[in-house]
């Protein structure tokens, strides 16, 4: 979705307000891609402070399936979304860049509103996830999630005497 500032760069002082559809399905994230289980619109105001400043803001909410880090069953994330930006339109878009590292979201007077809301999404990532403080994680010899219940694998011993002692035992039993 793309918004059109043109208008409302000419009108200091005025305020544009919008409610729009987010477009993706999925949320890419470098080379993976995360399910959108929901959304809200992104309700979306835009100030014109005066000498061509303007004031973004964008509110609403995002759902994404994000895998869990111990058993990696996917977990519904809530990402809120509440932006703020102000965006310099007297500065070509290479000088907005500079100054603020991320103005990617408007070309010319157009407003990307999904690239804005990207940029957002992917600060608020959440830096680690899980199904459950509790949860078990998966066997680390055949890979079933310990949640559903004990695969019954031997567990491996963190100590090496007793590692030691089992092969000992082990070579006993060759024989
Ligand atoms: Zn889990
Ligand atoms: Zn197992």
Redesign the pocket.
Known sequence: MHIHLADIMNREGETLQLQTELEWKSFPVQSDSFSILAKTPLVLSVVNTGDKVLELKGAGRVTVAIPCDRCLEEVAVEIPLDIFRRVDMKLSKEERIRNLDESSYITGTDLDVDQFVYDEVLMQWPVKVLCSKTCKGI??????N?NHGD???EKESLDPRMAAVRDIFSKFKEV
């Not at 066997?139 to 079933?144: D, I, V």
């Open positions: 066997c680390s010899r055949c890979g079933q310990l695969c019954g694998c």
